[in-house]
């Protein structure tokens, strides 16, 4: 009986073991935000520094309609949800806020999940969104890389 309940034991062990996922921390890159026909998207939230990871069907409108509803990431938007950046960066052009920590500056701050690890760089260039990386903690096995860029 003792050698029945141990065989059982072992078993869950084993079967649950393999059911849990592997931790596979990288930087998910959105550099191509027209929601038309979009299937992966970096979708902003109202809280700071936090967005989604969608995957939509080709022929739906859940992209559009997401990315109307976060303001289409524009600028006045992200600044008036997320407070001011951490630290501004110029490039070619872009103009790159990044955020990195909590504001109490910043609506709801204890919404906010910003810290240690945590970075999220908006790309914005004559004022629109068109560039989003973020720091994941936990992704699918099939996205490889310290940084994966989303097929479109």
């Known amino acids: ?15 649950l073991s393999n ?61 008036k949800n997320w407070g001011a950046p951490d630290e501004i960066q110029s490039q070619d052009g872009v103009e790159y806020l990044i955020y990195k920590r909590r504001s109490k500056d910043a609506p709801n701050y204890s919404m906010q999940y910003l810290g240690g690890e945590r970075l999220v760089k908006l790309g914005y260039k004559n004022r629109e969104l068109f560039y989003i990386s973020a720091y994941f903690r936990n992704c699918p096995p099939y996205m490889k890389g310290p940084v994966y860029v989303l097929p479109k």
Request: proline share 4%; net charge negative; aromatic share 10%.
């Open 1 to 15: 009986m003792n050698n029945s309940i141990i065989f059982v034991k072992l078993t869950a062990f084993i079967f």
């Open 19 to 79: 059911c849990a996922s592997k931790h596979n921390a990288l930087t998910l890159v959105d550099d191509c935000l027209n929601p038309i026909g979009s299937q992966n998207q970096l979708v902003l939230a109202p809280d700071r520094g936090e967005l989604g990871h969608y995957h939509y069907p080709t022929n739906g409108i859940g992209a559009s309609e997401e990315y109307r509803r976060s303001g289409s990431g524009s600028r006045e938007w992200v600044l």
